[in-house]
């Protein structure tokens, strides 16, 4: 049973979910099906994705829609604005048809141009007209999390950024442990290019897992939640499955692998 991660408003989210990025529309029932059929209940979609319809139809047709928490993220290209969140909330909600989107998540912050406040304050409209039941943002830093708080009295529930043992991010996930918001991390394993590090290779062997399990049993162990995806049912079930809790000793060689390297676009890039 995967654990659970309290959210400011009450409610909480699985610690693992399943995503959805580059998983091609045709691909993404099966892809759903698998992870659901392995434990996840958690599925991290976006417009962006280009297969939010597939993710929806898939959910709708698992009759398991009750257990599931359905996230999707509003891009905020070309436009990031009120009005510009309710237009293509709007559109996702119809491509998705469901009744209620659990999650929606400000995908970028886009800094430079000044409009994520107003955006944030779309994001609680849906969520005050019942559209949503929690909002979020990713990619966001310190000094923007701490400019919705000022400006709109209300911290996001998650803050889902790159993170993986290249790229820990411990400042901010203590800024997030301080004000009480979930750090869920995107690219967990490094997109996987981090699997074959022979740290954790030597781990994994020292506790009969895998690298991807090391991995996860890590983000897990810093008290926050990922979402990893995989094409594959086998990978699905083996970055959900429990493994027992890595030693100090282990912790401490992973932490050693904090390069900074990141495997995504880091937020600047995207104004
Ligand atoms: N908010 C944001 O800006 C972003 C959000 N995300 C979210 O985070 C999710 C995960 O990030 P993502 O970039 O996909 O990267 P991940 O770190 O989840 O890595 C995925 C890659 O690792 C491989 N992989 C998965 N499991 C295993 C395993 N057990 N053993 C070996 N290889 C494995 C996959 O291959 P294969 O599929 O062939 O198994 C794929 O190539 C995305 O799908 C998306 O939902 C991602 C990027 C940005
Ligand atoms: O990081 C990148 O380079 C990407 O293409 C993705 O992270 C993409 O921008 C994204 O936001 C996926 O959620």
């Given at each position: 049973m995967v654990a659970q991660l309290p959210l400011l408003d009450g409610s909480s989210i699985p610690a693992i979910g399943l995503g959805l990025y580059k998983v091609p529309p045709a691909d993404t029932?099966?892809?759903?099906?698998?992870?659901?059929?392995?434990?996840?209940?958690?599925?991290?979609?976006?417009?962006?994705?280009?297969?939010?319809?597939?993710?929806?139809a898939a959910v709708r047709e698992s009759g398991m829609r009750d257990e599931l928490q359905v996230v999707t993220k509003f891009w905020g290209d070309p436009v990031q604005s009120y009005d510009a969140v309710l237009a293509d909330f709007a559109a996702s909600e119809q491509r998705?048809?469901?009744d209620v989107i659990d999650g929606y998540m400000i995908h970028?912050?886009?800094?430079?141009?000044?409009t994520f406040v107003e955006t944030w304050r779309a994001f609680q409209t849906l969520r005050d007209e019942g559209r949503v039941r929690w909002i979020a943002v990713a990619n966001f830093g310190e000094a923007e999390l701490q400019t919705l708080l000022?400006?709109?009295?209300?911290?996001?529930?998650?803050?889902?950024?790159?993170?993986?043992?290249?790229?820990?991010?411990?400042?901010?996930?203590?800024?997030?442990?301080?004000?009480?918001?979930?750090?869920?991390?995107?690219s967990p394993l490094g997109r996987g290019r981090l699997l074959d590090d022979p740290t954790l290779v030597a781990i994994a062997a020292e506790v009969d897992a895998t690298p991807a399990q090391?991995?996860?049993r890590w983000h897990l162990q810093l008290g926050g939640a990922a979402a990893p995806k995989s094409m594959h049912a086998s990978r699905l079930a083996e970055n959900i499955a429990e493994i027992p809790?890595?030693?100090?000793?282990?912790?401490a060689r992973i932490a050693a692998l904090e390069s900074g390297v990141r495997t995504g676009t880091a937020p600047q890039d995207r104004p």
């Open positions: 029932a099966r892809v759903v099906a698998d992870g659901l059929a392995a434990g996840y209940r958690l599925i991290d979609g976006a417009q962006m994705y280009d297969n939010e319809a597939a993710m929806g998705i048809g469901l970028w912050p886009r800094a430079p141009r000044g000022d400006e709109t009295g209300e911290w996001p529930v998650v803050n889902q950024v790159e993170s993986h043992p290249w790229l820990p991010q411990h400042d901010l996930r203590a800024f997030h442990a301080a004000n009480g918001i979930v750090t869920q991390a995107w090391v991995v996860l809790a890595l030693s100090v000793e282990h912790l």
